[in-house]
């Protein structure tokens, strides 16, 4: 690998003894990669050791700790600063590489992130993913703003795939060129607004469709378990977007309706936060206080009950379902339906 092809793996971690071991081996089994920095954000388990009993001998791996826990934003942050390569990588912690997946990024040219394909995989199945994992036709794109908006607008009743998940690998050049980092206010969306800010900076995002990232579907992931005031920075920050950036009249109003639709969510959690915590009478008291925010509680209040309808009526028997599915859809390779 040459020395602008060499890639900085960053892994921001909490409570991930369990899981750290096998993201740390598959960063270090890459040969562009350069460095993995580990940021052990406030563990409570032994997330730093167990990191470091992997370490291979090549002085590749560092770990970092934080005594307080900070948040995934702080965390990379700091992994940036730490590190030197001239790309970066962000691999969760749950999460891993598949063999070769820097090989197939590094053969293309013309951009400032690249992703490829996600396969998602219940963590049972992991042991076996590697024989299982579907081969795609090479297919680039470049996603402009307008598609990346689009795609992190999420429906109900629809399988979680926005693009905002994601795992670009980036180019420092171009972060450090625009004064761009995570936004350490946020605990949920850190991703989706670094990409947005950069999308409106100029970035070339290209997308891949080789499948590179393996992401394991866990019931106790920290990314499930985010709180009603992460909704609120979340959509703030899109308004801070909204204040500052140059967009076109088709850029602000996507944005808008992203920020409408985390905002519209905040709402509902609000409501029931309060109707949980303090009571019925709170939670309508501040409904009659903030009347813009009624329709997203109603509309929220509605759907959530068709959804309660829907799941609680008998299911007819159904084919078996593949334990792997993948982000992007795309054609397999040798299938020229």
Not at 200 to 222: E, M, P, Q, T
Not at 229 to 248: G, P, V
Not at 270 to 275: E, I, P, V
């Amino acid at each position: 690998m040459t020395a602008n092809t060499t890639v900085c793996v960053i892994i921001a971690a909490k409570n991930a003894a369990m899981t750290i071991a096998r993201a740390v081996r598959s960063a270090l089994a890459e040969e562009a990669v350069e460095e993995v920095i580990v940021v052990d954000d406030g563990s409570t388990d032994d997330t730093g050791a167990v990191a470091l009993s992997v370490d291979d001998g090549s002085n590749r791996l560092k770990v970092i700790r934080f005594d307080q826990n900070k948040g995934p934003a702080a965390a990379r942050n700091r992994a940036i600063e730490a590190s030197t390569a001239p790309l970066l990588a962000i691999l969760d912690a749950d999460d891993f590489f598949l063999p070769g997946r820097f090989i197939q990024i590094m053969a293309e040219d013309q951009w400032d992130f690249i992703a490829d394909n996600i396969v998602f995989v219940k963590e049972e199945s992991v042991a076996h993913i590697r024989n299982g994992v579907q081969q795609f036709r090479r297919q680039t794109r470049l996603l402009n703003l307008e598609a990346f908006i689009i795609g992190n607008i999420s429906q109900r009743g629809k399988q979680r795939g926005e693009i905002g998940f994601l795992k670009p690998v980036m180019r420092r050049e171009f972060l450090d060129s625009h004064g761009l980092r995570y936004n350490e206010s946020l605990r949920l969306g850190e991703d989706y607004d670094l990409y947005v800010r950069a999308l409106v900076a100029g970035a070339r995002y290209k997308v891949i469709h080789s499948c590179g990232y393996g992401a394991v579907v866990r019931h106790d992931s920290l990314s499930g378990k985010h709180k009603t005031d992460d909704l609120k920075r979340l959509y703030e920050a899109d308004q801070a977007i909204l204040a500052s950036a140059a967009l076109t009249d088709v850029q602000r109003a996507l944005l808008e309706r992203h920020e409408k639709h985390v905002r519209d969510r905040y709402e509902l959690r609000h409501f029931l936060d309060l109707k949980n915590n303090l009571g019925s009478f709170s939670a309508l008291a501040y409904a009659f206080t903030h009347l813009g925010a009624v329709p997203a509680i109603v509309s929220g209040i509605t759907a959530d009950k068709r959804e309660a309808y829907s799941v609680s009526k008998p299911k007819q028997p159904t084919a078996t379902v593949s334990p792997l599915r993948y982000l992007l859809p795309v054609m397999p390779e040798g299938d020229r339906s």
